[in-house]
């Protein structure tokens, strides 16, 4: 396998840490209730792609860093977590655009207001 340079490596870790951001605000929406049905699949893959997401962030920082001769990470040990956070975001920006299209809909307060009357 080829090896990054250090500018490819900081585009990674900007990728990274976009999806660590995704995650965490996954996360503080998903983790309040309680998982049953679907959400308990859902909820699993938000776990596994922010712990993904964390392990080849750690591992690209560590590689960014490393002396040049000291560089012995393959890139296989960031390029799999990589790809498994990617997969795990898609699966749950899918969820979020077209499983919960129809099921929750703004309640229409103007059929809710009381009518008033014009004088």
Known sequence: MRDMEPDQLVELASLLVTLMIFFSIDAKHRFNR?????RNLFHT???VG???TAVAFA???VELFLPEENKSID?????LPSSIAVLAALI???ELLVLHKGKKKP???RENA???SED
């Open 107 to 109: 309640p229409n307060q």
């Open 75 to 79: 890139v296989l040990l960031y390029f």
């Open 114 to 116: 009381p009518a008033q």
């Open 59 to 61: 591992v690209v920082w």
């Open 45 to 47: 893959i938000s776990m």
């Open 34 to 38: 309680k998982p049953h049905g679907e």
């Open 92 to 94: 749950l920006a899918f």
């Open 50 to 52: 922010g712990i993904a």
